[in-house]
């Protein structure tokens, strides 16, 4: 049974949260992560698009290991696609790595490898979306905007109680504004890591630790009794199934890879020849002796998928159609899917 939701959204809004948020961030908030102490854009455009949908302690590596190799926005925009999925390979979205080539060279082309200083401009680009734009503008040039990702919502739905279905277009839109009203009239370089760092690390989705929280006092989501039932979504997910079947097709010593379409599941990434049913791989293997090699579980935002994978040896000749025959010891240098390194390891 759901439990009932009040939502005091039309009270007067709490507008000591912002002061005590900038205090509590400043003393107690995270300071020492890589792309914090910078108002380089190109470094904190990274972290906000890894960070989307991904852990801190996944990102770290990738971060240092992307710096390392595109140390700057122009390095990124003259790189080619393959070398950027590849990079990014196992860090899953991989639309965000497509965008942030595409990104890179609009800055390279648009604005001579400089980003623009508002967030207005800056969601302009490919793949920087209202809140990423905010984040962007508010760390690197002052800018006084509100950020509203999702540790953010969770954090004001609670504060505000605000009961407003976050399925809704209408009421995002509320929220929004909220967001902006709540704004402190400075700080707001440290009011914005300490949102997200509040919403990190002590008003977590399952477990919030109110008792430490700054913001306990004027928090109307704890006043009702039970906060975690802020944010109000009614529409779920409806989790799917897939199964495949993969032909490890080797040559020679080398395997053959195909690239995946320019959209949908793993766009542009390279992966074992993939089928629908085991039968459709037997007649692709042409009577070659199958092997069988580990069964994959992998889990994505959608629906759990089962990969079962078949290994063939051919001595056939010639290229085949929409593959390439690849070295073993040059399969990492490829931009593969998780389920594959993993697979491979």
């Known amino acids: 049974m759901s439990k009932e939701v009040t939502s005091y959204v039309d009270a007067p809004l709490p507008l000591d949260f912002g002061p005590l948020l900038v205090a509590w961030q400043r003393r107690h908030g995270r300071h020492a992560l890589p792309w914090q102490n910078t108002r380089d854009p190109y470094r904190v455009w990274l972290s906000e698009i890894m960070l989307q ?38 860090l899953g979205y991989y639309s965000r790595a497509r965008n942030l080539h595409a990104c890179a060279r609009a800055v390279a082309e648009r604005h001579g490898g400089e980003f623009p200083r508002s967030a207005a401009e800056l969601q302009e680009l490919p793949g920087i979306g209202r809140s990423t734009a905010a984040a962007i503008a508010a760390f690197c ?43 402190p009239a400075s700080g707001i370089e440290a009011y914005t890591q300490g949102i997200m760092d509040l919403g990190a690390t002590i008003c977590t989705a399952r477990s919030p630790q109110c008792l430490l929280c700054p913001a306990s006092d004027l928090c109307r989501g704890r006043a009702q009794g039970d906060p975690t039932v802020f944010p109000v979504k009614t529409k779920k997910l409806k989790r799917g199934y897939r199964e495949n ?22 766009a542009g990434l390279w992966t074992l020849p993939m089928y629908e049913d085991e039968a459709a791989l037997q007649e692709a293997a042409g009577g070659a002796a199958l092997e069988p090699m580990p069964r994959i579980e992998h889990a ?5 998928w089962v990969l079962h994978t078949r290994r063939a040896v051919t001595v056939a000749t010639g290229e085949p159609p929409g593959g390439e025959w690849v070295a073993r010891e040059r399969l990492a240098e490829y931009a593969l899917p998780a389920p594959l390194k993993k697979l491979i390891s």
């Open 53 to 90: 949908q991904t852990q801190v302690t996944t990102v770290l590596a990738y971060y240092e290991r992307f710096l390392a190799r595109f140390p700057t926005v122009l390095a990124l925009a003259a790189a080619p696609l393959d070398e950027v999925l590849a990079l990014w390979a196992g």
């Open 141 to 183: 040039f002052g800018e006084r905007v509100a950020i509203l990702d999702g540790n953010v919502k969770r954090v004001l739905t609670r504060l505000l109680a605000f009961g407003g279905d976050m399925a809704s277009a209408a009421q995002e839109k509320k929220l929004w504004q909220l967001a902006s009203e709540l704004l």
């Open 245 to 266: 079947w993969w032909l490890w097709l080797e040559r020679e010593g080398r395997v053959l890879l195909q690239q995946r379409p320019d959209t949908g599941v793993w």
């Open 300 to 304: 994505l935002t959608h629906f759990d």
